[in-house]
């Protein structure tokens, strides 16, 4: 066992690995809390998260990519995310990887409201729900 940066202790294989500096987490269980229209395989993206240091170097775009040729693999038909209205960022990011904005109806408010998007901490941000068809190529 060696001594990691944070001064835990870890085995000389995980020594070696490449730090971790970009993550994307996904899952289909959000569409079990409130339907959405549509049918099809779908998958929601819950989260993109990138070190700070490593922003606006491609690690979110390759992240994507990677998803959507997951989600390909997986015949997968949309990528669903929510994104908040402030974050011109990650907005802008998503527009470039061709998500597009979806009108709010009350099946998508409901559907934010499910996830918790309307209460809590989120409470005084606004959510943009937005999509991407998957290309079959």
Do not use: W
Not at 31 to 56: C, H, M, N, W
Request: proline residues 3%.
């Amino acid at each position: 066992m060696l001594s990691g940066n944070s001064g835990m202790a870890v085995s000389k294989e995980e020594a070696c690995l490449p730090p971790i500096i970009g993550t994307l987490e996904c899952s289909t269980h959000e569409f079990d809390l409130s339907p959405l229209p549509g049918t099809g395989r779908r998958l929601y993206i819950t989260e993109v998260a990138v070190k700070q240091e490593f922003r606006r170097r491609g690690v979110a775009r390759a992240l994507l990519r990677g998803l959507e040729d997951l989600a390909r693999h997986q015949d997968a038909d949309v990528l669903y995310l929510h994104v908040d209205t402030e974050n011109s960022g990650a907005l802008d990011l998503y527009h470039r990887a061709g998500f597009v904005e979806i009108d709010e109806t009350a099946e998508t408010y409901n559907f934010a409201e499910a996830l918790g998007l309307h209460s809590g901490s989120f409470a005084k941000t606004r959510h943009i729900l937005m999509r991407k068809a998957v290309s079959k190529r």
